[in-house]
């Protein structure tokens, strides 16, 4: 099992910053990438930012430039750097892990951190 729990989530003006982490604990070996997803009330989960064992990342539209996801393997921590932060970015932010054995892919979840972002 993997265990995964957010932290850096908050309320933040229009045009702000956040740094969300996710440090992750127990069977850590074999992760081959690590994603931050989003949920806003009334819709259906999406995918944020992820980035692959090897270093490549990819992004949704809608952060692209303003977000950037990064790990730090030493630290077993992934992190999502959000800037230029927008009212639609509010949501609850999950982490997500994927563990591949052999053939098969296993995927671990966070229980999410609220970000808020009003004036």
């Known amino acids: 099992q993997v265990q995964l729990v957010e932290s850096g989530g908050g309320l933040v003006q229009p045009g702000g910053s956040l740094r969300l982490s996710c440090a992750a604990s127990?069977?850590?070996?074999?992760?081959?990438?690590m994603g931050w997803y989003r949920q806003a009330p009334g819709k259906q989960r999406e995918l944020v930012a992820r980035i692959t064992s090897s270093g490549a990342t990819n992004y949704a539209d809608s952060v692209k430039g303003r977000f950037t996801i990064s790990r730090d393997n030493a630290k077993n921590t992934g992190y999502l750097q959000m800037n230029s932060l927008k009212s639609e970015d509010t949501a609850v932010y999950y982490c997500?892990?994927?563990?591949?054995?052999?053939?098969?892919?296993?995927?671990?979840w966070g229980r999410g951190t609220q970000v808020t972002v009003s004036s």
């Open positions: 127990g069977n850590i070996d074999n992760i081959i990438t």
């Open positions: 997500n892990v994927q563990r591949k054995i052999i053939f098969t892919t296993y995927n671990y």
